[in-house]
């Protein structure tokens, strides 16, 4: 997947806004090793339904092939660090993917921003999407607290963002007016 693709076909998102989701939660295979992480649930068949998807993979975005080695945002750094220009992410043969992740990031946000997108349902662990933690730097499965590049970036541009476990809590969000404190 190259570009980022919108579903078009319904009103309802006019009235409740778009959700921005990682292509690879929507069974596209872009993620590093080449496969999806496919969510199958009720929830994201109404949205597509509903023409609410807006299938975006910041990684492919950004310029990375598909696929890739894996990447990790440098030990003791965090996605702040990263958007700052302190810190970088590398690949396990120390390769510089930092630029890749910021376009990435960007993209994003700007495909959000031209589609009207509310929220956003992202991938965890990914030093892109991940939202509560990612992989720490060190390549031997570890995490650490924190969000991913796109995910901070996003919600430094006041988008929601939700893990894939959080399927109700974003549906929940997309369901509540705009500028609703509830």
Do not use: N
């Amino acid at each position: 997947m190259t570009q980022t693709t919108a579903c078009t076909h319904g009103a309802a998102e006019a009235a409740s806004g778009r959700v921005l989701v990682s292509a690879c939660l929507l069974g596209s295979r872009v993620r590093y090793d080449g496969r999806a992480k496919t969510v199958a649930d009720a929830i994201v068949d109404r949205w597509r339904a509903e023409g609410r998807i807006v299938a975006h993979c910041p990684e492919v975005a950004g310029g990375l092939p598909v696929p890739r080695p894996p990447a990790e945002i440098e030990p003791g750094a965090d996605a702040r660090a990263v958007l700052e220009g302190r810190a970088g992410i590398r690949t396990p043969a120390g390769e510089d993917v930092t630029r890749h992740f910021l376009a990435g990031a960007r993209a994003a946000l700007a495909t959000a921003t031209e589609h009207g997108v509310r929220a956003a349902l992202l991938k965890e662990s990914s030093p892109s999407c991940g939202l509560h933690r990612v992989y720490d730097g060190t390549f031997t499965g570890a995490t650490t607290t924190g969000p991913g590049v796109t995910a901070l970036l996003l919600q430094d541009h006041g988008i929601a963002v939700f893990a894939e476990t959080a399927l109700e809590a974003a549906d929940a969000h997309l369901r509540t007016p705009p500028g609703d404190p509830a």
